[in-house]
């Protein structure tokens, strides 16, 4: 019994001092991040002192994780409303329970992805976006709602002609153009104004150099993906790039695939558009989507797209068959992000044709491609 006792004490000791430690640890932190705000440093404090008792945790937190440049700038009253709102949504929709509180803090609690402007959207697109999903049953339903309707609603589409990538939810509607970086800011920030937990997530370089590509992550009981602007219907994890993604490469900073974090961590996002940034966090999610495509790995992608005289893509009907085999669906045009492709999932070993109004292939299946046809 005494040894026995004696175990039970020493486990409690072991526990009473890793919390102790992490305590100051963690409280060593907080002051170092006021330290950092500088001249801004009252308006941090009164950030911490004006808000609710209960958010008062969850403010420390995010002060604890912000970037310097943030805590030298940012206002008392931007981060009072944004914890204000993020905590009004986490009270008003029914698939909150179940977030873990690590989860909200790191996913819906924050007001930024990246590097992206500070904009004050907590509290407009709280408002905005709120109708939309009031009778949705889940946050998945709910960012399904959201990916279908929001980019109509504010009026943005995806073009090259864009200003910048890294563009703002607001910059991108004022411009009314944005990369997929910026879509996904857009759709991240909605689903956060409404509760649900979204993260950034991207590649620098397809495994294939084909290109880069941004997307976001929404969290239900699990890590859902989905392109912004780019729904499939009312399906998550469902995407063109799913065969890219599926070859990245896991530990990879140019091949593999990340997620943006405000908690601590070895890696950092690394973001094509600003490439010598190593200071925003990131999760390697490479697994996760090399899983996924294992799933399908009998078959094999064919990209299609249909180029017009002057080179550019247009969107035209697609059909393809073969035996006992049809499929037919619409080619993406200019509007549409430069690796996205109407994309079919084909056997190995197999002869399929591909035709448009205007011109028809013949295609054996042994590895990806693209088949371009002629849109006269």
């Known amino acids: 019994m005494v040894t026995k006792n004696y175990f039970i004490f020493e486990s409690m000791k072991t526990v009473l001092i890793t919390s102790l430690f992490l305590c100051l640890a963690y409280s060593n932190n907080f002051k170092w991040q006021l330290d950092k705000a500088g001249e801004n440093k009252k308006e941090i404090e009164r950030a911490i002192k004006e808000v609710p008792e209960e958010q008062r945790p969850a403010m420390k937190w995010l002060i604890s994780h912000m970037q310097e440049d943030d805590l030298q700038s940012l206002s008392s009253q931007y981060l009072i409303t944004n914890s204000k709102y993020a905590f009004k949504a986490?009270?008003?929709?029914?698939w909150t329970s179940s977030i873990p509180e690590k989860i909200f803090l790191d996913n819906?609690?924050?007001?930024?992805?990246?590097?992206?402007?500070r904009d004050t959207w907590r509290k407009e697109f709280f408002n905005k976006f709120s109708p939309l999903v009031k009778n949705a049953k889940s946050g998945y339903e709910a960012a399904v709602i959201l990916n279908n309707n929001i980019f109509e609603?504010?009026?943005?589409?995806?073009?090259?002609?864009r200003p910048k990538a890294d563009q703002s939810p607001y910059e991108s509607i004022e411009s009314g153009l944005a990369s997929c970086t910026g879509l996904s800011f857009l759709l991240i920030d909605a689903c956060r104004s409404v509760g649900i937990p979204a993260r950034f997530v991207g590649t620098p370089m397809w495994y294939n150099d084909?290109?880069?590509?941004?997307w976001v992550e929404i969290w239900d009981g699990g890590w859902h993906f989905t392109g912004a602007a780019e729904p499939t219907g009312e399906?998550?994890?469902?995407?063109?790039?799913?065969?890219l993604a599926g070859n990245a490469k896991k530990g990879d900073m140019k091949y593999g695939i990340f997620a943006a974090?405000?908690?601590?961590?070895?890696?950092?996002?690394?973001m094509d558009w600003m490439p010598s940034s190593k200071q925003y966090n990131a999760i390697d999610v490479t697994d996760t989507y090399i899983n996924h495509h294992k799933k399908h790995h009998e078959l094999v992608a064919v990209r299609i797209r249909a180029i017009n005289h002057t080179g550019s893509?247009?969107?035209v009907n697609v059909i393809v068959t073969g035996d006992d085999y049809y499929f037919q669906g619409q080619s993406k045009d200019e509007t549409c992000d430069m690796n996205d492709y109407l994309v079919v999932m084909l056997p190995k070993g197999k002869t399929f044709t591909i035709r448009?109004?205007?011109d028809s292939q013949v295609i054996a299946i042994e590895n990806e491609c693209i088949v371009s046809l002629s849109a006269k």
């Open 210 to 214: 084909s290109g880069n590509h941004s």
């Open 108 to 117: 819906v609690l924050p007001y930024a992805s990246l590097n992206e402007r």
């Open 90 to 94: 986490k009270k008003q929709f029914s």
């Open 313 to 315: 893509r247009e969107s």
């Open 235 to 243: 399906r998550l994890n469902e995407v063109w790039f799913s065969e």
């Open 261 to 270: 974090t405000w908690t601590d961590s070895r890696l950092y996002f690394p």
């Open 153 to 161: 609603i504010v009026g943005v589409k995806y073009s090259t002609k």
């Open 356 to 358: 448009s109004k205007n």
